[in-house]
Each structure stands twice: as structure tokens, then as C-alpha cells.
């Protein structure tokens, strides 16, 4: 990234990343339905906060689980993140005393790893859920068109972005099924690998039976069937999910197709093994693939014996998203130190810009102490020709330009230099650089 | 002889295993590509290998163990990069190539280091018997680890216990129709193999030897894979049970390849 791109900050010399925010581990669902923020709404509060001087680059994270103010500011992050909070709460018509204790506020390296964590959905409600990258994603593309990021937050959001996704390829985090249905599904693509061309029958249109239709759906199922006591919940439940719907009294024959049945409702022993068998025998033997949802049970135990029948029930669902659950936490290690490699690069960035808007803060020094001294000189000078002080004008500046040159170089080329040089403050002290800001 | 190419191809093999697998862990769709290259480039090192043992020995390669053995890999990694390809399906590399790196690991060690004597030239009726039988041979292999792998996933569905390993295998239905295609494959140049090695005797002897064990062992294993087939598509056999016959059929080509070899023919000695 050139010096002259980076915003004001960054050529002082500073790069200030401020977080405030409230998730579902901060404030109750009451207060974070309050504080979302609608895309639009989202880029005036950012318009907000830039238009104010508090922020030169601000963004807006609002999911249903976390609502995030992320900003580059120019001054000391305490008092922008007050304002950021005040700003939040005034947004949304809040008392700040109603945010009192539900907000978090990050800096610096911390933000940087609070939105590596988020993207990687190590913050999420549900660990290593998928969703909240797309999210991310979304609302940087959207600020991005906007205008309200800059250098910095663009960067960061690229990385958190950069990430995730290797998060979720390189580690287990978002891999195995973390809920009853979508594990039923995962399971039924063991036995049937691709799902399309296959047929299930879903009995019973609540929820849960719902939830199962939409990983069926997302997974690319050939045909959908839905029965149901209430043919009018099936109807509805089918047309929502663009599949067909059958009526109770034809049960048997709507199973007759079936690869996958999915059962959920309120019947006990509705499916019996002699009906299975006899559908079984009608699919001419193919594998079928049954998930018994329902409490009590509503599939016949004993169906669990047939040839080429695979039954799974609520519980044996349970015991492997439990086991999911475990193993997906034990891949955050993993996760956090792709993390901590991500933010390692990025601060190397931060430096590399940081060092970079240096060595020009030490030109403009040099400069000033050649003009300086060429003041201080101007009695003996006067008695060279013109073309001659002309020439040490020149020549001046050459040897400043080059002074400064290589070490600007190898601070664009180099990373390792850039770390060497993380504690770039004591440079700056050494330089006397900060004087000159104040 | 210089077996460079032979080191090189277990060399890539091994490197096609490691991106096998993973590619299995991580799903990576270009790990998984890098992976298929790898086990294409193993079997171009490989080709170049037997080519070079072929030109050292004046004879085709396989006329004594270690080429025969050579070649059973080649063509097992052939068969193998041919289905992954037809079904678009990677996730059984990870369990096929570590046989083929074992496999030929073996062979390189077993390589004679002097070359053996010249055999009699038998022309290209008798190449494409033996080539084709061995092509048999790899593909019975190929759906017998395929049926193996079949009968695992099978135990851990129907014991309701997935582990965690469990999300990595391939479907069961992927593992059914790679392991038909593959006694698709074994059949059809078996029964190539095994026409050509007709008539090649024919023209040599005048007539054929049909009581000869290993003929009948392998007319039995064609019947034998012409039965999984049949009964593979069946309502009461499809999935486990058409698994363990393929599985067992694969052992009766165990038996071929060695008891009757080394024990019951006089002239089959290495096929």
C-alpha cells in the first residue's frame, strides 16, 4: 500500500483500530433485537461517525446474534470508543444507561482478534457456524461500495475474510453436523452420497420437521414429499419448501419411492416394521435411510433389523451432535493459532505502513535541517556563484533521498524487518519524530 | 539397471498419498487435484520404469515376479485413476494408494539386481493375454478394497456410532458402484485375456488345454464375479451381503495367484 493512499492516521504515523459491540453473550435477545442495524441504517451510522472527525474509517458489523461498530480513529481510542457507544445508543433511541455493562470495547490488537474470531465463528452462538462469514462478508462489501472504509479497515476485513475461510478448510471448527436434523441429513449423504435423484418423505409438518426439509433442500434433494395428519400444514410446509405434499390415509403408498424418511410427529409405532418391509420390498431393496424424530418413537424398533435399513432416533442424533460439539471445541487451538499467525501478519503490515510514513516524517526532518543549516551558512555561500549553490542545493537533496531511500525499500520488501522493527516507538523516540507532531 | 524412474514413481505415489489424504481431512478441492496429478505423474514414472526394465531384459516385463508384480501396480493405479475419474469421486484415493505405495515399495525391494535370462520371444497375442489378465487381476483388487472399505462404513451405520473419522469416508453408494465398475472392468479384460490366451495356445500347440488348473480357477473366478454382478443389482443382495461376496471372490483370486501358480500349473507361472 503506497504511503500517499493511507489515510491521515497512518502518515502521523498510527494505526488506531477501535471496537465496541454487544453479542449474545453480552445482552439479552431483548436488547440486541433494539440495536440492529439495517444495512442502510448501518452506513449512516458510519456516515455518522466519520462526518463527526471521531472515525476516518468506520464499518458496521449487525447480525442477529452481534451488533459491532469497528473504526480507525485519529486520536486516543478511550474517548472514541465513548463516543462510539454513545453514538450506538442515541442511534437507537437507547438511555446509555441501558447499555451499561453489555458493551465490550476492544483496541488495537485485541479488535483485530475479536473480528478474526467472528469471522472464524469462534464467537458464534452455534461454534463454527458457517453463516457468519457470508455476514461479514456482506457488510465489508457493502461499506466497501459505500466509501466508508479505508487502507486500514479494508486490510483488516480482507484478512478476517482470508481467515475464516481458512479456518473453515484447514480445521474441523465448522465441519461435522452440530444440530438433530442437519446430522440426519449428513448422515443420509453416508449412504447416498449426492442427494439428488433421491426421493424423501418427510412425516409431520412442525418445526423440527421443518428444519429437516430446509438441510434437505439446501443438499439438492430430488423430490420433497410431506405428509401430514393436517393435509393443510403439509400443503403449506410443501409450498414453502417447493415440494408435494400426500395425505395420511395414503402413508404406505407415499413411502413406496422413499430413499429417506424423516418422522416427527406426535403417533407412536405409526411406522411399523412390517410396513417398512413391505416398502422396502416395493423399493426393490434399495438402501432406506429412516430418522425417527418423533417422542415416543415412531418407527417400531425392531425395523432397525431389516437388511439395507439404516434407522436412526432422536437420541443416536443426540449422542453424535454431542460428540460433534466435543470435537469442533477441540479444534479451536488450531483455529486460534491460524489466528494469532493472521494477526501477526497484519500487524506486520501496520509496521510496515507505521515505518514507512517514518522514514518520510525523517526527510522532511533532514530536509529542515538543511534548509537550516544552508541558513546558518548563507555568509560563506553568497561568495559561490549561483550555479554553484544550485548544485549544493542538489546535491543535498540527492544525499537525503538516498539516506532515506534504502531503508524505505527494505521496509516495503521485508517482513521480517518490518517485525524486527514492531518496537518502532524506540525509533521514533530516537529520531525525535513525535516532537514534530506535537 | 538403474531403477531411477521406479524410486521416482514411489516417490510421487507417496506424495499422491499424502494428498489423498489430505484431501479427505481438509475437503480441499485443490489439494484433492494436486493429489489425482500426483497419482497421474507416479504412473507415467512407473510406465517409464517397466519400459526401461523391458529394454534391459529384451522381453516384455513381466516374465518373472518382480515384473509381473510391477505391472499388477501400474495397471491397479490405471484402473484406479480411470474410476476416480468416471465417477468424479476422490475420496477413495486415500485408501487406494497407500496399497499401491506398499505394493510397489515391495516390488522395488524384490527387484532382482542382475537381468534374467532372455525369454523366448511368444509374440503380442501372448503380451495382450498376459496384459489383460493382470488388468483382471488389478481391478478384482481395486473392488475388493472398495468392498472392504463398503463393509467398515456398513458396521459403523448400522451400529448407530459414527465416529469421528466417519464424516471422511466415501458414501456407500459411491463405494457400491465404484466397486461394480470396477468388476466391470476385471470381467471384460478377463474375458479378453483370457480369449487371446486361447488362441495363442491354439497356434502354438494345435489345441486347447482347458483341464488346466489355472484355467479353470479363473473360469470359476469369471463366474464368480458374473454372480456378484448378478446378484449385486438383486433386491436381497444389494449393499452388505453383494460386499462380502466380492470380498470372497477376491480371495479365490488370491488363491490363483499364488497356490495355483506356484503349485498347481506348469506353465501359468506369474499371472
Known amino acids: 500500500m503506497p504511503t500517499d493512499l493511507v489515510s491521515a492516521n497512518l502518515a502521523m504515523g498510527r494505526v488506531q483500530i477501535a471496537l465496541i459491540g454487544c453479542n449474545h453473550r453480552t445482552a439479552p435477545l431483548e436488547l440486541r433485537e433494539r440495536i440492529v442495524f439495517t444495512p442502510e441504517q448501518a452506513m449512516r451510522a458510519s456516515d455518522e461517525l466519520r462526518l463527526s472527525g471521531t472515525l476516518e474509517e468506520a464499518l458496521v458489523l449487525s447480525t442477529c446474534n452481534r451488533s459491532e461498530l469497528y473504526g480507525v480513529s485519529p486520536i486516543s481510542n478511550n474517548d472514541v470508543q465513548s463516543v462510539m457507544e454513545r453514538l450506538l445508543a442515541d442511534f437507537h433511541g437507547l438511555a446509555p444507561a441501558e447499555l451499561d455493562g453489555r458493551v465490550y ?3 488495537n490488537t485485541e479488535a483485530v482478534r475479536h473480528l478474526f474470531r ?6 458464534s452462538m452455534l461454534l463454527g457456524e458457517a453463516e457468519i462469514l457470508g455476514q461479514v462478508r456482506e457488510a465489508y462489501g457493502r461499506a466497501l461500495e459505500h466509501g466508508s472504509t479505508g487502507p486500514v479497515l479494508n486490510r483488516l476485513f480482507q484478512s478476517a475474510l482470508e481467515v475464516g475461510k481458512r479456518v473453515r478448510t484447514e480445521t474441523e471448527v465448522g465441519t461435522r453436523p452440530m444440530s438433530v436434523a442437519w446430522a440426519g441429513v449428513k448422515l443420509a449423504e453416508q449412504v447416498f452420497g449426492d442427494l439428488e435423484g433421491h426421493e424423501a418423505v418427510i412425516i409431520g409438518a412442525g418445526s423440527v420437521a421443518e428444519k429437516v426439509v430446509e438441510h434437505l433442500r439446501d443438499r439438492g434433494i430430488g423430490r420433497l414429499v410431506v405428509v401430514n395428519r393436517s393435509r393443510e400444514r403439509a400443503e403449506d410446509l410443501a409450498r414453502r419448501m417447493g415440494g408435494e405434499s400426500a395425505d395420511w390415509a395414503t402413508l404406505e403408498t407415499a413411502l413406496a419411492p422413499a430413499d429417506i424418511i424423516v418422522t416427527s ?17 416395493a423399493h426393490g431393496g434399495r438402501a432406506l435411510f429412516v430418522v425417527d424424530l418423533g417422542v415416543p418413537r415412531n418407527v417400531e424398533p425392531a425395523a432397525a433389523s431389516l437388511y439395507n435399513l439404516y434407522l ?13 460439539r466435543k470435537a469442533r471445541e477441540a479444534e479451536v487451538p488450531r483455529a486460534e493459532s491460524l489466528i494469532t499467525e493472521h494477526i501477526s501478519k497484519f500487524e506486520a503490515w501496520c509496521s510496515s505502513v507505521e515505518a514507512i510514513s517514518m522514514t518520510g516524517k525523517l526527510r522532511d526532518r533532514l530536509l529542515k535541517e538543511r534548509t537550516a543549516l544552508l541558513d546558518e551558512r548563507a555568509e560563506e555561500l553568497s561568495s559561490l556563484p549561483a550555479e554553484e549553490r544550485e548544485r549544493i542545493l542538489a546535491l543535498t537533496a540527492e544525499l537525503i533521498e538516498r539516506v532515506v531511500q534504502t531503508p524505505n525499500e527494505r521496509l516495503r520488501r521485508t517482513r521480517e524487518l518490518r517485525q524486527r522493527l514492531a518496537g518502532i516507538e524506540a525509533l521514533r523516540d ?8 506535537k | 539397471m538403474n531403477n531411477a524412474w521406479g524410486y521416482a514413481s514411489i516417490a510421487i505415489y507417496a506424495a499422491s498419498f499424502f494428498c489423498y489424504a489430505r484431501f479427505l481431512y481438509t475437503n480441499d478441492r485443490r489439494i484433492g487435484r494436486v493429489a489425482t496429478m500426483c497419482l497421474a505423474l507416479g504412473i507415467i514414472l512407473q510406465y517409464a520404469a517397466l519400459l526401461e526394465r523391458s529394454r534391459w531384459i529384451h522381453s516384455v516385463p513381466y516374465d518373472d515376479l518382480y515384473g509381473s508384480m510391477s505391472l499388477f501396480a501400474w495397471l491397479l493405479g490405471v484402473t484406479y485413476l480411470g474410476l476416480e475419474v468416471f465417477h468424479r469421486q476422490r475420496s477413495v484415493g486415500a485408501f487406494v494408494t497407500p496399497i499401491l505405495l506398499v505394493w510397489i515399495s515391495l516390488v522395488t525391494l524384490l527387484a532382482p539386481r542382475s537381468a534374467p535370462a532372455p525369454p523366448p520371444a511368444r509374440g503380442p497375442l501372448f503380451a495382450l493375454h498376459v496384459t489383460l489378465n493382470t488388468l483382471a487381476y488389478a481391478a478384482f483388487a481395486l ?3 472398495l468392498s472392504l472399505i463398503y463393509l467398515i462404513q456398513n458396521r459403523v451405520l448400522r451400529a448407530r456410532r459414527p465416529g469421528l473419522v466417519f464424516w471422511r469416508f466415501p458414501a456407500l453408494d459411491v463405494l457400491e458402484r465404484m466397486s461394480r465398475s470396477s468388476v466391470w472392468v476385471g470381467l471384460a479384460s478377463l474375458a479378453l485375456g483370457v480369449s487371446f490366451g486361447f ?4 497356434r502354438l500347440i494345435g489345441r486347447y488345454s482347458a483341464a488346466d488348473p489355472k484355467v479353470i480357477v479363473t473360469l470359476a473366478i469369471f463366474g464368480a464375479y458374473a454372480i456378484y454382478l448378478w446378484l449385486a443389482s438383486s433386491a436381497n443382495w444389494r449393499g452388505a451381503r453383494a460386499a462380502y461376496i466380492c470380498a470372497f471372490n ?3 483370486v488370491l488363491f490363483s495367484y499364488t497356490v495355483v501358480n506356484f503349485y498347481l500349473t506348469g506353465f501359468h507361472r506369474f499371472m
Open chain 1, 118 to 123: 467472528v469471522a472464524s465463528g469462534l464467537d
Open chain 2, 250 to 252: 477376491f480371495v479365490v
Open chain 1, 312 to 324: 436412526y432416533n432422536i437420541d443416536d442424533l443426540g449422542e453424535i451432535v454431542e460428540q460433534n
Open chain 1, 265 to 281: 410427529v406426535n403417533a407412536e409405532g405409526a411406522i411399523t416394521k412390517a410396513m417398512l418391509e413391505r416398502v422396502h420390498e
Open chain 1, 105 to 107: 470495547r476492544e483496541n
Open chain 2, 143 to 145: 473392488s475388493f478394497a
Open chain 1, 430 to 437: 530516537l529520531f525525535g519524530l513525535d516532537s514534530e507532531d
Open chain 2, 199 to 202: 488362441v495363442w495356445e491354439h
